[in-house]
């Protein structure tokens, strides 16, 4: 299995802004479509952003217009610029393929924001 690797989290104030970067040592994930997941302190890690291999793009409404998904194939890297960041926001986020493959791609230890005045 291969496992991803999440980075760029911190704490931020309500409003500003953070760049989360997701890679995967040993494998390329050119070809699948990723997705950015969240999960909030005692919820569920649930899907907020995706991206296909042809870079189209889709959100989950409390993202979007927020949140904007990109990836580099050359760089074998996926991006979460995050922007107008609420306290909601706050959590971790990690990034895995959409749906996911568990023989293939495992969790990594995912990033953690925190959004608070």
């Known amino acids: 299995q291969v496992q991803f690797v999440e980075s760029g989290g911190g704490m931020v104030q309500p409003g500003g802004s953070l760049t989360l970067s997701c890679t995967a040592s040993?494998?390329?994930?050119?070809?699948?479509?990723m997705g950015w997941y969240h999960q909030a302190p005692g919820k569920q890690r649930e899907l907020i952003a995706g991206v296909g291999s042809n870079e189209n793009t889709n959100y989950a409404d409390s993202v979007k217009g927020r949140f904007t998904i990109s990836r580099s194939n050359s760089k074998n890297t996926v991006y979460l610029q995050m922007m107008n960041l609420k306290p909601e926001d706050t959590g971790y986020y990690y990034c895995?393929?959409?749906?996911?493959?568990?023989?293939?791609?495992?969790w990594g230890q995912g990033t953690q924001v925190t959004v608070s005045s």
């Open positions: 040993g494998s390329r994930f050119n070809y699948y479509l």
């Open positions: 895995n393929t959409v749906p996911l493959e568990p023989s293939y791609f495992q």
